[in-house]
């Protein structure tokens, strides 16, 4: 494959125009030093201009439910087989997961994703969700996305019908690689939860986690089957090492193959919304801004169980690259609220503490743990975790 200024304009150009690129090329995007990485940022660039322009859609997650699954997927915290020491509780209330909104709102979110570890969720949780979510969307405009673990047609229907925009679910390794990452569901599974989404006429959030002992070929193979899937929102997760997981330790995951794999994404998955999602601060490091040049979308407030780069930081990180938040606030504006409450500062998981979340962090508007009480009701009873 000759490569020169033409190979770099025949990937944007591809990419504007909607094509997919083979998959020898996509493995030779992560591999061939021939391929540089900033022509390749840029042409990926141009793609994420065309269809995104400057914007970032910054997304904060909810925890909604830690802990207590049933499941093994080997790189969760939440597994049965992890011996991570998390703080696990039960369902948060309706007033909880409500004020939390309020506060992702305020924080400049331009969506909020309610987590829920488990197999996947009873009629009854489905309904008290669908609930929570009728109510989110009456006070605040906020795009809602729920990752409530494996579905079918019926339960996907009742959140679209409460108006939930997108639903989540990962399919975070190839479909070869999975029994390796996973052996209490399958890759099937999951897909044919996605497909029911796509029938209720869900939007599709899907992506992949990184480093987990995968092949090129098998990050190459996530990228097209979400592009096949029509996932408009791809989060890019980037293994995150904590201690008592199944896999603790991430394949060596250099900066520049990070970026590099946004770009692939970006050129396979041109229209989506591509996140840099979980792990970009340990593995980007000091090119963690890069990211923002495939990528248009990023998290706040760290991850499900683990700790991310201080709100001030990412924002004023968006800013200095000469990027705005997709919010009903300015970046600015967003700096500004930070610097008048400067007291929600996180370790920034650089090996100074510890990488987990406190469970301050985890429920920021409740104090109070409420474990005993969340445990008795029956939506969160140990037969609906499976
Ligand atoms: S099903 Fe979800 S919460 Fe449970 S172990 Fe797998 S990723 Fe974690």
Known sequence: MAIDQSFYLNLTESGIAGEVPDADTCVQLLQSPEIELLPLLDAAFQVRRHFHGHEVAVHILNNAQNGHCPEDCHYCAQASTSKADIESY????????????????????????????????????????????????????????????????????????????????????????????????????????????????????????????????????????????????????????????????????????????????????????????????????SMEVMALYPANSLFLDGYLNTRGGSRERVLQMIKDAGFEIKSSFSVDEMLDQEAQHASFQVDPGDGQGSILKTLDELRPTNQAPDIATADQSPETAPSDRK
């Open 90 to 285: 039960g369902l948060k209330s309706d007033d909880e997961v409500i004020e939390e909104a309020r506060v992702a709102y305020e924080s400049g979110a331009y969506r909020y994703c309610m987590v829920f570890a488990g197999r996947g969720p009873s009629k009854q949780r489905l309904e008290r969700l669908a609930r929570q979510v009728r109510k989110i969307k009456q006070n605040y405009p906020l795009q809602i996305c729920v990752s409530p673990g494996l579905m079918d047609d019926e339960g996907t229907s009742i959140l679209k019908d409460a108006g939930v925009d997108r639903l989540n679910h990962n399919l975070n390794t190839s479909e070869r690689h999975y029994p390796k990452i996973c052996t209490t569901h399958t890759y099937a599974d999951r897909v044919r939860t996605l497909e029911a989404a796509k029938r209720s006429g869900l939007k599709m959030c899907s992506g992949i986690i990184v480093g987990m002992g995968e092949a090129d070929e098998d990050v190459v193979d996530v990228a097209r089957t979400l592009r096949s899937l029509e996932a408009s929102s791809i989060p890019v997760n980037f293994l995150v090492p904590i201690p008592g997981n199944q896999l603790e330790q991430p394949a060596r995951l250099s900066p520049t193959y990070c970026l590099r794999v946004l770009c692939m994404y970006r050129f396979v998955n041109p229209q989506a919304e591509l996140r840099a999602a979980a792990g970009r601060e340990g593995h980007l490091r």
